[in-house]
């Protein structure tokens, strides 16, 4: 059974980083995409970073233009953990964040990549950036 669990949230201040992190078991990175998506109240959930596995090991990224510059996704295979970087917090940051994993989807530019790909999800972590 495949488990997402993302941990890290917290209370920040403006200005400040957090980063989050996206634990997964019962699947073994190698050919996934995996996203953050996040969830104000009263808003729409919406996708902020993604990242695509790619032979290489880089990995292809994408980022919502309201983080672009401020967020960092990364993967680590080794520990079979996602990142989420989060510098320069702003109030307006502040939602639930949530971890998704579509296995099967790498070496695919994760900006044209749905949210219906995403199979498995987490329960998600509070971030609340005071101003």
């Known amino acids: 059974e495949v488990q997402v669990v993302e941990s890290g949230g917290g209370l920040v201040q403006a200005g400040g980083s957090l980063r989050l992190s996206c634990e997964v078991s019962?699947?073994?990175?190698?050919?996934?995409?995996i996203a953050w998506f996040r969830q104000a109240p009263g808003e729409e959930r919406e996708e902020v970073a993604s990242f695509s596995s790619s032979e290489s090991g880089d990995g292809i990224t994408d980022y919502a233009d309201s983080v672009k510059g401020r967020f960092t996704i990364s993967s680590d295979g080794a520990k079979n953990t996602a990142y989420l970087q989060m510098d320069s917090l702003r109030p307006e940051d502040t939602a639930v964040y949530f971890c998704a994993l579509a296995p099967g989807y790498g070496d695919n530019n994760p900006e044209v990549l749905p949210e219906s790909i995403y199979d498995y999800w987490g329960q998600g972590t509070q971030v609340t950036v005071s101003s």
């Open positions: 019962g699947f073994t990175f190698g050919d996934y995409a």
